[in-house]
């Protein structure tokens, strides 16, 4: 379940009915209050890069909590925490998970991903500031080809992984994505989706890989119709080349209203 934190971010909570993990906890209030009102003992912290938003909550939870932290293995954390690079697999709350490295947000940014949770539910895919819903996170540290490498190797999980993204984004998102694809029906159509949901106030989130693959620019950077909104903000494009797509699309967000 997504916890609202700050202006938009979610802090993830996953539990078995007793021991829980949260993902990048900003804050620590609203986690406690979620703990105490579901009796759950918190055990794991998982932290997907070093941003404020996303580890100002840790400290104060792991003193209240005796939780065990994991960070990437090459960016300042809260100390102490168990350090994890791409590759690695954790066993947490009965399940496996596996460490993706997906710099380009932050150069040590990494996702966790679990293929196998209980009870035949989908793969979950805690993505932090790399992927969002219709869009992906800025290049703060690492360059294009990283960030677009990295949403290649994302987008490559199985299409029904749900996608917990560490931002509610994803009305702005979707304004971005239909200027570049203004007749992608799957896009039109969710984005009335999401504007439902939202006028409910309830989260857009998590996605699935599948409605991302229809319907997020950053992964289409391969589609003819993307490469062609690309080439309004960029006319002198090469919309052959996905990573030039993606580099446009990029910049062009950066300074869209
Ligand atoms: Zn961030
Ligand atoms: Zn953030």
Redesign the pocket.
Known sequence: MPIPALAD?YIWLLHDGHEALVV?P?VPEPVMQVLQAQGLALRTILVTHH?A??VGGVAALREATGATVYGPAFETIPEPATRVDGGDTLHLLGRTWLVLAIPGHTSGHVAYYCASPEGGEAPILFC??TLFSAGCGRLFEGTPAQMFDSLQQLAALPAHTRVCC??EYTLSNLRFALAVEPNNAQLLHHAAHCQNLRAQGQPTLPSSLAVEREINPFLRCNVVQVAQGASQFAPHLDTQHPLSVFTALREWKNVFQ
């Open positions: 971010n990048d900003g941003h938003d996303h932090g500031d560490a931002h």
